[in-house]
């Protein structure tokens, strides 16, 4: 299970921070990532870490404003999102890598529920 | 950057086969994955390395990959299955790539 929290409004150049807290696997065991979808929108990748956290990588539309981290004595995964924009205006889900540790071809076994970030003045 | 097109929307009959395409340049040389997403909730991963199910997914659900398009195929369509549908591919270059969505509606 993946529970994520921190979601709400930003003012455009603003920052938040999302973190979501895995349950029932061992997190340090496998990538991670958060993929975000806007409203009636589709499914966006963002970015992706990878089991021991050595190796992140980030969708073009976000590299340099946002930092995936986690914390494997926690069980938790994070997104820092700086310099906000309208554009990042989403539902951010916290999703699992289903059988990689680290950064590789694989699917998403796993979703949170989503935490909604909206940017706006 | 790669990229997956999906026609938009699907429309099928209950007990009929729905057919949902994907393309992408040279798609069958890499997995292909498929998620569903229903109204108002997180997407499921349906179908992982082209064609094998994960536990708890119907057998109605297959997928194939051949050549710059991906299938993935609902048999005996229920109402239940109504949702939106997305392929999912690895690149070098752009990590996890969506494909842009298909509706599928039951009629």
């Known amino acids: 299970q993946l529970l994520e929290s921190g979601g709400g409004l930003a003012r455009p150049g603003g920052s938040l921070r999302l973190s979501c807290e895995a349950y029932?696997?061992?997190?340090?065991?496998?990538?991670m990532s958060w993929v975000r979808q806007a409203p009636g929108k589709g499914l966006e990748w963002v970015a992706v870490?990878?089991?021991?956290?050595?190796?992140?990588y980030y969708a073009e539309s976000v590299r340099g404003r946002f930092t995936i981290s986690r914390d494997n004595s926690k069980d938790t995964l994070s997104l820092q999102m700086n310099h906000l924009r309208p554009g990042d205006t989403a539902k951010y889900y916290c999703?699992?890598?289903?059988?990689?540790?680290?950064?590789?071809?694989?699917?998403?076994?796993?979703w949170g529920q989503g935490a909604l970030v909206t940017v706006s003045s | 950057s790669y990229e997956l097109t999906q026609p938009p929307s699907v429309s099928v009959s209950p007990g009929q086969t729905a057919t949902i395409t994907c393309s992408g340049d040279?798609?069958?040389?890499?997995?292909v994955y498929w998620y569903q997403q229903k109204a108002g909730q997180s997407p499921v991963l349906v179908i992982y390395?082209?064609?094998r199910w994960p536990s708890g997914i119907a057998a109605r659900f297959s997928g194939s990959n051949s050549g710059n398009t991906a299938t993935l195929t609902i048999s005996g369509t229920q109402a239940m299955d109504e949702a939106d549908y997305y392929c999912?591919?690895?690149?070098?270059?752009?990590?996890?790539?969506f494909g842009t969505g298909t509706k599928v509606t039951v009629l």
């Open positions: 999703a699992k890598g289903r059988a990689l540790t680290e950064l590789g071809e694989d699917a998403f076994d796993v």
């Open positions: 029932g696997f061992t997190f340090s065991a496998t990538a």
């Open positions: 870490i990878s089991g021991g956290g050595q190796d992140r």
């Open positions: 040279r798609l069958g040389d890499r997995y």
């Open positions: 390395e082209d064609s």
């Open positions: 999912q591919a690895w690149d070098s270059s752009s990590a996890f790539v």
